[in-house]
Every structure is written in structure tokens, then in C-alpha cells.
């Protein structure tokens, strides 16, 4: 079955569309990051103003290599030692759609550890959108049984992997870091 979900929503990411998928934090609505009218429509769906950011996955160092152009030695460390997902706000930016990368030329980006998400960014070759599936504004969904009805219709297509577990999983924690390594927490 994760095999026969993986090809599904690869094929529907690469055709447009928008997917709605369990990743290493919490479900998400996600799409090819490098698709402007994609990112558009996840942006829609969230009822979310374009000028705030979304986060994208990817499956490993290698790939966020290729999205960013400096990556501080201090940024590695801070995954390694993380004991929870890790999103990192990177400066400079490239190759993504341009309404996903912030004003300032940054982007957020995590190297998903959790199998299916890093098979699903594995197996697409670009980073995947991953913001949580919910309207902006309201309560973070951390179950796919928490996930409304509004939100499981606007999508393309919903992932059947893992929608019952039960387990509350939290968003990941975020940092911003420069290239020359200066860093600041956003979100714990």
C-alpha cells in the first residue's frame, strides 16, 4: 500500500496538483515546491496571504544542497543534534517558486528523517510544499482524523498511508540561520 500511495501522489504532484500527506510532524497539504501555480493553489486552499511563508520538505543533505547555495557548517550540527524535526530558514535561496521564497530571499526547509515523506521527496526529486493541514488561523490539526472535511475536499488527492494512527504529533521547530552561522529561534 505505501508503495501504491507514493507512485499516486508523485503522479499527481508532477501533473499540478496538490496532495494531502502524513510527513515526520504532522499532516500536510504539500505540492512540487518549484511550481508557482501549485504553491498558488496550497496558499488558496489554507486561505492563507501569499506573503506568509510555507516550509518544504526534502529527503536529504544533497537535495537541500541544491536549493541553497551557503549552507553554515553550524547548520548540520543543529539537525544532528535536534530531538525533534528541524525546519531551517535558510538566506539565498534558489530554484524553488518564486511566491515560496520570502521577500528577503529566504525559505524554510527540512530534511525529513520519517520514511514516507523521505521516500515520497525521494522518489519526486524536488523539495515537496509541506505547510499543516488546516485553514490559516485556526488549530493545527495533529491527527488526519483532526483534519476538516474543507480541507480533505480541496486537495487533489488524500493519502491513505497511516491515516489511522492515533499518536498527536507536533510542528517541527524552526530557526533561521544566516550563512555566516548566526542563528535565532523562531519556534520551539
Not at 496550497?42 to 501569499?50: A, L, Q, W
Request: charged content about 30%; some cysteine.
Amino acid at each position: 500500500m505505501k508503495e501504491d500511495e507514493i507512485k499516486k501522489a508523485v503522479e499527481v504532484m508532477r501533473h499540478g496538483g496538490v496532495i494531502l500527506y502524513p510527513t515526520d510532524t504532522v499532516w500536510g497539504i504539500g505540492c512540487d515546491a518549484t511550481n508557482a501555480d501549485a504553491v498558488r493553489k496550497v496558499y488558496e486552499i489554507k486561505r492563507r496571504d501569499d506573503s506568509k511563508a510555507l516550509i518544504c520538505l526534502v529527503d536529504s543533505e544533497a537535495r537541500l544542497s541544491r536549493y541553497v547555495r551557503n549552507v553554515a557548517d553550524v547548520t548540520w550540527d543543529l539537525m544532528e543534534l535536534s530531538t525533534k524535526p528541524l525546519t531551517v530558514i535558510f538566506d539565498k535561496v534558489n530554484g524553488l517558486a518564486p511566491n515560496l521564497i520570502a521577500e528577503d530571499g529566504s525559505a524554510g526547509i527540512r530534511i525529513t528523517r520519517e520514511d514516507f515523506s523521505r521516500e515520497l521527496c525521494y522518489r519526486f526529486q524536488k523539495p515537496i510544499v509541506s505547510t499543516s493541514a488546516n485553514i490559516s488561523g485556526e488549530p493545527t490539526a495533529r491527527t488526519f482524523d483532526e483534519i476538516s472535511d474543507e480541507i480533505k475536499n480541496a486537495v487533489d488527492y488524500v493519502v491513505r498511508y497511516n491515516q489511522r494512527c492515533k499518536e498527536k504529533h507536533q510542528p517541527s521547530s524552526i530557526v533561521k540561520i544566516d550563512a555566516s552561522g548566526k542563528f535565532s529561534i523562531i519556534r520551539e
